[in-house]
């Protein structure tokens, strides 16, 4: 019956059917043949998503574009170009500085891609950057939307294991922070070989004016966290704050938010949760199913059957996670296999919010790889370059996220730091 339900799902995505049928499909299929009432279907996807925590996806999405709509795409952009486009290939480590000032207002890798991707991509081809590294630069640094806090694939771990939400947006920072500085790297030495351009040097004065236009968006994230870790209100209700203050931010501070477009993204926030809430409620579904066939345990036994060495154990969970990233949805993924893997890393000594946040940077990771890497398909459509071009451009981009992957999986400190602060 596993072989069913695995087969009709693999089935079905390379049918092409979007994941969150594919997962719910494959479920009815198996639920069907097993002569289990469909009753059951209702029962499931329900339970998944009566969590009082999965409240928060909608309102920080509602943040992240009330945030974008108002301004704060442009003036993020322009004080990282102001701090950085000084160097050679400037407007690219712009490109990975503005991410990891959006990451703390998105929430989402696809949300950096679009925004950020849409203004420096034309940019950087028209200042003489190559189309491709254009691309894979913008992808590849997109990845840390879902790192640094608020992350929406932080918010389903936590859900799903009952960890602290606070400690896991904690626990991803100094990651998000890394691999941020880690992708600068490829950037410059790519940049300083092919003799990409450099901008003109900025004053002083030029980078405190840009960095007080930015300091608005930027000051969201100290909020989230301060709020949440101060005791002062819940994830949910932090998702809500930051709806205000993204409100009041857009329209009396940068002025820039019309207050007509605001039917529109509210349309566009429903729209991007409905599509998250349908995937969790079906994958839920796929995950009972997976438990009454005891499939977990199965892996767990599978994968200690191996080797019972910690090192080789975690080696062998981001092999299967770095696999699985390249055609799973990141959600889907987290919310089907955490659970399974959960228990194995914290067989081998690993800390839950440590796992959390390695499996959610081996899950993002598959955003920007084929076949389904929807950052970098987005990135490329709006560069007009090829998705084989742009895998070969990004590949030292790839090599850096995953050198920081494993400095998360094996140094604790990484993760833990933070939040044995505030304990």
């Not at 998503?49 to 993020?76: E, K, Q």
């Not at 000051?219 to 994830?235: C, D, K, R, S, V």
């Amino acid at each position: 019956m596993a072989l069913l339900l695995f087969g009709s799902f693999i089935i079905l995505i390379f049918l092409g059917v979007p994941i969150a049928f594919s997962l719910g499909l494959s479920s009815v299929i198996y639920l069907i043949v097993a002569d289990i009432p469909l009753t059951i279907l209702p029962q499931r996807m329900f339970g998944g998503l009566n969590s009082f925590v999965l409240l928060c996806i909608p309102g920080f999405i509602l943040a992240g574009n009330l945030m974008n709509a108002g301004g704060i795409t442009d003036r993020i952009i322009g004080f990282a170009d102001n701090l950085l486009g000084r160097v050679r290939g400037g407007l690219g480590l712009a490109n990975v500085g503005a991410s990891m000032g959006f990451a703390g207002i998105s929430g989402t890798a696809l949300a950096d891609t679009a925004s950020i991707g849409s203004i420096l991509i034309p940019a950087m081809k028209k200042q003489g950057y190559g189309a491709g590294f254009s691309v894979a630069v913008t992808a590849s640094s997109s990845t840390i939307g879902a790192i640094i806090p608020p992350s929406l694939p932080m918010i389903i771990v936590g859900t799903l294991a009952s960890l602290s939400i606070g400690d896991l947006f904690l626990a991803g920072t100094i990651p998000g922070i890394l691999l941020g500085l880690g992708l600068m790297i490829p950037t410059y030495i790519i940049s300083v070989k092919r003799n990409y351009p450099k901008g003109e040097k900025k004053s002083l004065k030029e980078i405190w004016k840009s960095f007080t236009g930015a300091f608005w968006a930027l000051f969201m994230t100290f909020i989230i966290l301060w709020g949440i870790l101060g005791g002062y209100f819940t994830p949910t209700e932090a998702a809500i704050v930051a709806v205000i203050y993204a409100f009041i931010i857009g329209i009396f501070v940068y002025r820039e938010l019309p207050i007509k477009k605001i039917p529109e993204i509210m349309l566009s926030t429903m729209t991007s949760t409905a599509a998250i809430m349908l995937l969790v409620g079906f994958a839920n579904l796929f995950g009972w199913i997976m438990v009454a066939e005891r499939i977990p345990q199965m892996v767990a036994d599978a994968i200690l059957g191996i080797s019972t060495n910690g090192v080789v154990v975690i080696l062998l969970i981001i092999v299967l996670l770095l696999f699985v990233g390249t055609f799973m949805e990141t959600i889907a993924g987290l919310v089907i296999l955490f659970p399974v893997l959960l228990p194995v890393a914290v067989e081998v000594g690993m800390d839950p919010i440590q796992f959390g946040v390695t499996m959610v940077l081996a899950m993002i990771i598959g955003v920007v790889t084929p076949p389904v890497g929807v950052c970098l398909f987005v990135a490329s459509q709006i560069g007009n370059v090829s998705m084989g071009h742009a895998t070969r451009e990004l590949l030292p981009f790839l090599l850096v996220s995953v050198i920081v992957l494993l400095i998360v999986a094996f140094v604790p400190q990484v993760t833990l730091f933070l939040p044995g602060l505030f304990e």
